[in-house]
């Protein structure tokens, strides 16, 4: 299937005006596209007859202490993996194509931005909700899908899209695994094979907090396990575990029952890493 590719409004326009009838969905992304965004596309096209995916490295979204240069780009192999998914159109804009030179108003993620994963990346989720913001009004999709694995993310686009009224559906979808337990990101091509066997620690982590009942008893055994890795070779650092309400990010309480998220950060080398888990304290 030939997929259309849009650089900037005029064309996305366009694009959009040749696709006809019926309901649209959006996938986000940054590119380096792997299984995990092709569940996604998968995902979407359950809940609309055209697929827009967008391939746009937000540079709001990066501290200039991150690796936004050396976010990996290989467009050409999303492009194929697009096409073989059934995209309608990717939606691939520069910088400027995006943001006028001077752009003055920005999104703000209020609080759920300021905690957990915000701690530790100041000003990311204004960014993300900024870009997210102009795809949505670009684009103009009934629903939009995200992963699950960027758990704090779709909860803020989730709370951006309930308080601001905005007329778009937001799908989740799961996080896609490697065989060894490692959640797909587009930055596990940074790990070498020894990096590779200390990040294990943090889905290693998740399941053993799954596995117990109480929110101290699920965080004591995720702890044990990231205590032991930072002692590997080369070590995990940890920038947070958390146990939180999967609605706000807030941290529960000792006594919480019900659902909650348990969200981890640590860096590997030089590539951080997320991960997190959905489940039941009681």
């Known amino acids: 299937m030939d997929v259309i590719v849009a650089r900037d409004r005029a064309e996305l326009d366009t694009a959009r005006g040749e696709l006809g009838g019926g309901r649209l969905a959006l996938v986000p992304t940054m590119g380096a596209l792997h299984e995990g965004h092709r569940s996604l596309i998968r995902l979407a096209r359950q809940y609309a007859e055209h697929v827009v995916v967008s391939i746009f490295v937000n540079p709001l979204q990066f501290s200039p202490d991150e690796d936004f240069s050396r976010y990996p780009r290989t467009f ?3 492009l194929d993996a697009c096409a073989a998914e059934g995209v309608n159109v990717v939606f691939a804009p520069s910088p400027e194509a995006m943001y006028r030179p001077d752009r003055q108003v920005s999104v703000s993620a209020g609080p759920m ?3 957990v994963e915000g701690t530790f990346r100041p000003g990311h989720f204004d960014g993300v909700l900024t870009v997210v913001n102009k795809l949505f009004n670009l684009v103009r999709p009934d629903v939009a899908v995200f992963g699950r694995k960027d758990a704090q993310q779709l909860a803020i686009i989730r709370r951006m899209v309930l308080d601001l009224d905005l007329p778009i559906e937001i799908a989740g979808g799961e996080t896609v695994r490697e065989p060894d337990g490692l959640a797909l990101s587009s930055r596990n091509r940074y790990l070498s094979e020894a990096d ?14 799954a596995a117990q009942r109480g929110p101290a008893e699920i965080k004591r055994a995720a702890g044990e ?3 032991a890795a930072a002692h590997a070779e080369p070590p995990l650092k940890l920038d947070y575990l958390a146990l939180v309400d999967p609605l706000t990010f807030t941290e529960v309480p000792g006594d919480h029952q019900g659902e909650a998220v348990l969200a981890v950060a640590a860096r590997v080398g030089t590539t951080r890493l997320i991960d997190n888990i959905t489940l039941t304290a009681s």
């Open 76 to 78: 050409q192999v999303d």
């Open 113 to 115: 931005g300021a905690i």
């Open 225 to 227: 396990v990231l205590d």
């Open 196 to 209: 590779r066997r200390t990040a294990l620690a943090l889905s290693r982590a998740l399941r053993a907090g």
